[in-house]
């Protein structure tokens, strides 16, 4: 009955879903709004290594202020250490800095920079610790970081520090090489008000008098200094239970405005199952031992702090594009701006996997849709981000969500689901706990593949724009289909899109899937179907970024390749298969149906021994001139 209950709140979600479909975008917006810090690399933070921060915080979510302290643990990482920094805002205003029971000077440079003085010289491998006490004010930067408002009457105070926004309210290494390894987060607010924070629940203790409590929140995994949040305000709250197929278990922890828990009770029970999903389609959920949980906050959108994330709403998309940066963001995170579609790409393509998944195929061929839309609106635009002091455009809803969520749906065409998911496993328990850049998922994936992505990378991540196919064919009085694809980038900066074409033919009673390696422009194809094709459809499962295309039968000037034979027998075959019509010399490659490359060569006789092959349906190509000439055949 509970499964039951699950489903039917599907469909009760989905007029809200659609309504928060793009609400994770909305970093973007925010970001213009209300980017003023600087963001420039600290080169001075690279001389020591991060462990564990202790943070002792009063927040009053009725005033825009910050009192505590942090307590660091560092290791030195060079000789003569006789200082230590720190990104940290000038604005606020340092109490005092104790280092082994001594107070320490200290100067405020450079709008966002502490620098300390130690009493001694350290040496390289020297573990220290140091507590810089502080309040204030802090500014608006990153996202909003540091937020003071109010939710049906009632005061709220979060915080959201992507990209750049956690020097704004609390002293750290604010680049993406660095996680600190554990922490504690202590919390003193008012009653009745409720802290939300990273990591596991350890107590909430209550003053004498009752007018005051202190939350302890406790997380031992390796997290990235923007992924630390807390979030006060007179939250209601409740556990769920995630049971995975391996039996284990993990609470879903949802801190809610009093006003949304009817709404927030649907979204985070269907969340469940993306829950479940996630952990069974890539790897175990990161942080199973602490929890997975949420906290309502009033920004337009979601954030997805590590273990809970904050979200405006409980629509299905917003839930499952948050929780998928548990794996894509948190676990491995992007080792550069740059490369944010790392994070966000993976997100949002986890986000429509859901909808195929769960809501059903017009869902997901709507999200499929509004990705290419979105993308091809404009005929310029790269994944890859080159100037990441433009927080607008490390954002940017076009390219590091949608064109970088197809980006992956066009690798899993392109490699295979097998390739494709066991790379992305491979990748994520390797690069787990630290960062990774592009050059690291390429090599994980070509591993699993087989194949070089470098031309891949080159067209769709560093360059811009998308391609229109023109795709002419007719079918001759042997049977032969000949097929010629012709391909217009609609940018410059990509010169051709090397891809495998997916394209569907028809007859009155056979429908046949075709993939079609396209290498150059003007490429001809040479098939034999075993039926009279009637009608031909491109990309019939929108698997490729592209703009409309024109499909006709006016195909002429092909030469006199139509007029082969090419045959291949016996078929099926156990061991050799017999070519009739190919000169001794013609290139050759063995493909399976996935598209994954299996031998290549040139033929020295007019047979291939094919024995050593797995049992299977394969696809025999031919370089004949500026052609492909395929043969399908069975190995036995």
Same mark, same amino acid.
């Given at each position: ?5 699950? $489903? ?23 970001? !213009? ?44 990482? #060079? ?33 966002? /920079? ?64 660095? !996680? ?46 923007? $992924? ?13 239970? +995630? ?37 069974? =389609? ?21 954030? #997805? ?17 948050? =929780? ?25 393509? $986890? ?60 690798? /899993? ?23 990774? /850049? ?14 070089? =992505? ?26 032969? $289909? ?124 007019? !047979?291939?021994? +094919? ?20 043969? !399908?055949?069975?190995?036995?």
């Amino acid at each position: 009955m509970k499964n039951l209950a699950i $489903l039917m709140s599907f469909f009760l979600l989905h007029s809200l879903s659609a309504q928060s479909d793009h609400a994770y975008c909305n970093k973007a917006e925010w970001a !213009k709004r209300h980017l003023n810090t600087d963001v420039r690399t600290s080169a001075y933070t690279n001389n020591y290594d991060l462990h564990y921060y202790r943070f002792d915080w009063n927040i009053d979510p009725a005033v825009y202020a910050i009192q505590g302290s942090a307590l660091v643990k560092f290791t030195v990482l #060079e000789d003569n250490f006789n200082e230590i920094n720190f990104d940290f805002s000038t604005v606020l205003q340092i109490d005092s800095i104790t280092y082994h029971g001594e107070n320490l000077s200290y100067e405020q440079l450079d709008n966002y /920079r502490l620098k300390i003085d130690l009493p001694l010289s350290l040496t390289s491998g020297t573990d220290d610790e140091i507590t810089i006490a502080y309040h204030g004010s802090p500014p608006s930067g990153g996202l909003g970081s540091f937020i003071q408002d109010n939710h049906a009457g009632t005061p709220v105070l979060w915080t959201l520090s992507e990209p750049y926004g956690a020097q704004d309210w609390w002293p750290c290494k604010n680049g993406l090489d660095d !996680k600190i390894d554990s922490l504690d987060v202590y919390v003193t607010s008012p009653m009745p008000n409720k802290a939300a924070s990273n990591g596991k629940l350890m107590s909430v203790t209550i003053n004498a008098d009752s007018t005051m409590s202190t939350t302890h929140w406790s997380h031992r995994h390796a997290i990235a200094p923007y $992924l630390v949040a807390i979030a006060v305000t007179n939250y209601v709250d409740y556990t769920d239970t +995630v049971t995975f197929d391996d039996g284990s278990t993990t609470p879903m922890v949802n801190y809610v405005y009093p006003e949304s828990l009817e709404s927030a009770i649907l979204g985070t029970t269907d969340n469940i199952l993306a829950l479940q999903y996630y952990d069974s =389609l890539f790897v175990s959920y990161p942080f199973k031992n602490e929890k997975y949980g949420h906290a309502q906050f009033g920004w337009g959108g979601g954030m #997805e702090h590590q273990t809970m994330s904050y979200v405006i709403n409980y629509g299905w998309s917003l839930l499952a594009h948050e =929780l998928a940066h548990q794996w894509f963001g948190d676990y491995v995170t992007c080792g550069s701006w740059e490369d944010i579609w790392l994070n966000e790409g993976f997100a949002t393509y $986890l986000e429509g996997l859901t909808r195929k998944r769960f809501l059903g195929e017009a869902s997901w061929r709507n999200w499929q849709l509004n990705k290419i839309n979105s993308v091809t609106g404009s005929p310029d635009g790269s994944v890859w981000v080159n100037d990441t002091t433009n927080v607008g455009r490390i954002f940017s809803g076009k390219l590091s969500y949608n064109k970088a969520s197809y980006l992956l749906h066009m690798l /899993r065409w392109k490699l295979g689901d097998e390739a494709f998911f066991g790379g992305l496993r491979n990748y994520l328990n390797t690069m787990g706990h630290g960062y990774a /850049r592009t050059s690291d998922l390429q090599e994980f994936l070509e591993d699993a593949s087989g194949q070089s =992505l470098d031309e891949y990378l080159n067209d769709w991540f560093y360059g811009q724009g998308f391609p229109t196919y023109e795709i002419q064919w007719y079918q001759n009085e042997n049977g032969d $289909l000949l097929i010629k694809i012709n391909q217009t980038p609609s940018n410059q900066s990509v010169d051709f899109f090397e891809m495998p074409v997916p394209l569907r033919i028809h007859s009155d009673a056979e429908t046949q899937d075709l993939r079609l390696e396209n290498t150059e422009n003007g490429q001809l194809y040479v098939l034999h179907p075993g039926f009279a094709v009637q009608s031909l459809e491109f990309d019939p499962e929108l698997w490729l970024m592209s703009l409309s295309t024109v499909v006709n039968t006016e195909l002429s000037g092909v030469g006199d390749v139509e007029k082969e034979g090419y045959k291949i027998f016996p078929n099926p075959t156990s061991s050799i298969i017999n070519i009739e019509g190919p000169e001794i010399g013609t290139p050759y490659t063995i493909t399976d149906v996935t598209g994954k490359l299996i031998k290549y060569g040139q033929l020295n006789v007019d !047979k291939l021994n +094919v024995e050593d092959m797995r049992s299977g349906t394969y696809f025999l190509n031919l370089q004949v001139n500026e052609s492909i000439i395929q043969r !399908k055949f069975v190995k036995m």
